[in-house]
Nanobody, 124 residues
């Protein structure tokens, strides 16, 4: 199983970016896929996730209303559309996936397969 994250870049505050997470050796018909980020000097935090069985999505409070997660099963890709970007969104963004389902929000589930990060830099 491999995950490939892409789409990072540098934009001004208020701008937008769309990140892509493409999987190989694994179908998005199964499991859960999430986006996480880690800013310099800070702990990694969950940003958004989507469950394959029912399509339920969840978002961190800090990005609700600005970010949207979606998936294209045929392309085996999960997207993170990020709008109204703020300097505090600056971080390395990672996608991750897992086959195990737990209770509660998928933001707090365990993810065992991770892609490499893609850097998002937002200037004020």
């Amino acid at each position: 199983v491999q995950l490939q994250a892409s789409g990072g870049g540098s934009v001004h505050a208020g701008g937008f970016l769309t990140l892509s997470c493409t999987t190989t050796g694994f179908s998005l018909d199964y499991g859960v896929t999430g986006w996480f980020r880690q800013a310099p000097g800070k702990q990694r935090e969950a940003v958004s996730c989507i469950r394959s069985n029912d399509g339920v999505r969840d978002y961190a409070d800090s990005v609700k209303g600005r970010f949207a997660i979606s998936r294209d099963i045929e392309k085996n890709t999960v997207y993170l559309e990020m709008n109204s970007l703020k300097p505090e969104d600056t971080a390395v963004y990672y996608c991750a996936t897992d086959l195990t389902f737990y209770s509660g929000s998928c933001l707090f589930w365990e993810y065992h397969t991770w892609g490499q990060g893609t850097l998002v830099t937002i200037s004020s």
